[in-house]
């Protein structure tokens, strides 16, 4: 689970920090209309809403109320259009009617309700560059609340928001320290979520309890540059290569050298976004002998060669070094 997460690459910022009162209820924009707004270059964003003070409902369109209440964090890994409100019967009000215009160059604070009990959360996105590459990641409910046992794990969640809110901005990049935060405290929701989550619930959970799969796994995603084949892998856990096929396809949705590929892909994108690696070097680094055929291995799974969608990720390190 933490070399999936680890693997994640996030960024984003607090979105903005409420105070509702009595009567209140809000919908979000629709994921798209999110992205254009808060980050147009991303593909996808992650919301989050951390309940600092009260209770409240979260849903996703059509979807049931889940209640959440101070100390809980609400997550909508997809960034689908969502409402939230405190009472059942309020009118749900477009959140971008209760928020000044962006660009907003100090965090929003944002003030509805009729008045009386009062619920606080604090709102954030985070923009991933793959986010639903991974099993786990792709079979998360559209939007679910997780709810830290008492001890550590919630004191830090709710002193690193603190801290990010005391830096006061909704931009990406302004203290590096703060919008850091946001990432963090998602991961470690991620964490608890899938922790607490039955394996029956999740493929990728299923997988890590299989005693088939979780060893084939850890050795791909340690060696992802190893020369495998589906024989070399059935031959660690002692079962046929027909058997271990049928396993992949039966948990995972796929067969192991698919698995791998996919695997090696997006490992491809973090190389490839984040260092200044040579295109040679990120295919040797992910188990290919040429740039030539990563290359085309690269161009089916996104249509375009890796040096020209190296050149189209926005804000990243595009100057590669010569050589491996």
Known sequence: MNAVLQGLRLDGALFFRAEFTEG?????????????????SARRLIIFHIVAGGECWARTRGGERLWAREGDVVVVPYGEQHSMGGSETAEEVPILDLLDPPP???????????????TDIVCGYLHCDHPLFNPDLQALPPL????????????????????????GSPTPRTDPTATKLPELVLLETLRLHLAATPAIDTRWLAALSDPVLAPVLAR?????????SVQQLADTVA?????????????LGRSPIRYLTDWRMHLAENLLATT??????????????????FSRAFKRAHS???????????????RPEMGP
């Open 239 to 251: 079962v046929s290569r027909s058997a271990l096929d049928e396993r992949f396809r039966q948990v």
């Open 24 to 40: 209140w209820a809000y919908q979000s924009p629709t994921s798209d209309q999110l992205v254009r707004i808060l980050r147009p």
């Open 304 to 318: 375009t060669a890796p040096g020209a969608w190296r050149r189209e990720q926005p804000g990243k390190i595009v």
């Open 220 to 228: 791909m995603h340690a060696a992802p540059d190893r020369r495998w």
């Open 144 to 167: 679910f609340v997780v709810r830290p046992p008492e001890g550590p794990a919630a004191a830090w969640i709710r002193s690193s928001i603190d801290y990010a809110l005391a830096a």
């Open 276 to 293: 200044r690696h040579s295109v040679a070097a990120v295919a040797h680094r992910v188990g290919y002998d040429s740039e030539e055929a």
């Open 104 to 118: 907003w160059r100090a965090l929003p604070m944002l003030r509805h309700g009729a008045g009386g009990g009062r």
